[in-house]
């Protein structure tokens, strides 16, 4: 059992350069989202999603797009990459919206120079 | 609006016990905890919900009290396998979006 997977596992970009960061779920999980993670920060929200061509912004959405055209992947796109992203990327699936325990990808450590 | 998390960083000794707070300035439908080890993934905890529920896991327990807006989570007879950064993620009444404290570091010496 897979889980919540995430590739790839470190990524250096040049400022500008576009990349789609990968998140796959195998547990047939509705709600699926994306975080960054900066020290001093904590797990901040970026994109989510409560199904299948369904998504929403979160608190910091600028400058990422991300699309759900299946129950299974949820790609997070960085359309033109900048310093201030240079950060850690987690994926979490869940069952539900609410009152579900989510699981979270092994994360993305992404440098942008 | 994240949720203000007290400490921010603690260090105990193996044995000891410790109280993380969580708390927020909008009315919560549910708390959950996740504590992250270094260089890890998040790993879920506990989920509370409207009501003051205490739940358990292993020997950290926590509570939810909804008139005040805050959560606490308690670690007794700390174990070095303790050692991490806790994070609490509120669920607001009105919306359906997550949002994740700053965390709390906590490492246990032997």
């Known amino acids: 059992n897979a889980g919540v997977t995430q590739t790839p596992k470190f990524q250096v970009l040049k400022t500008g350069q576009s990349m789609t960061l990968q998140c796959a779920q195998d547990?047939?999980?509705?709600?699926m989202s994306w975080y960054r993670q900066d020290p001093g920060m904590g797990l901040r929200l970026i994109h989510y999603s409560v199904g299948a061509g369904i998504t929403d912004q979160g608190e910091v959405p600028n400058g990422y797009n991300v699309s759900r055209s299946t129950t299974e992947d949820f790609p997070l796109r960085l359309l033109s990459a900048a310093p201030s992203q240079t950060s850690v990327y987690f994926c979490?699936?869940?069952?539900?919206?609410?009152?579900?325990?989510?699981?979270f990808g092994q994360g993305t450590r992404l440098t942008v120079v | 609006q994240q949720p203000v998390q007290s400490p921010q960083a603690v260090i105990l000794r193996e044995g000891e016990d410790a109280v993380i707070n969580c708390s927020s300035s909008?009315?919560?439908?549910?708390v959950h905890w996740y504590r992250q080890k270094h260089g890890e993934a998040p790993v879920f905890l506990m989920i509370l919900l409207k009501g003051g529920e205490q739940k358990g896991h292993e020997k950290i327990s926590a509570s939810f009290n909804e008139k005040k807006q805050q959560s606490s989570l308690y670690l007794t007879a700390s174990q070095l396998s303790y050692s991490g950064t806790y994070f609490c993620g509120t669920d607001k009444s009105s919306g359906d979006k997550l949002t994740f404290g700053t965390g709390t570091r906590l490492a246990v010496r032997p």
């Open positions: 547990m047939n999980h509705e709600y």
């Open positions: 909008k009315a919560l439908y549910s």
């Open positions: 979490a699936s869940s069952k539900g919206q609410r009152n579900t325990e989510a699981f």
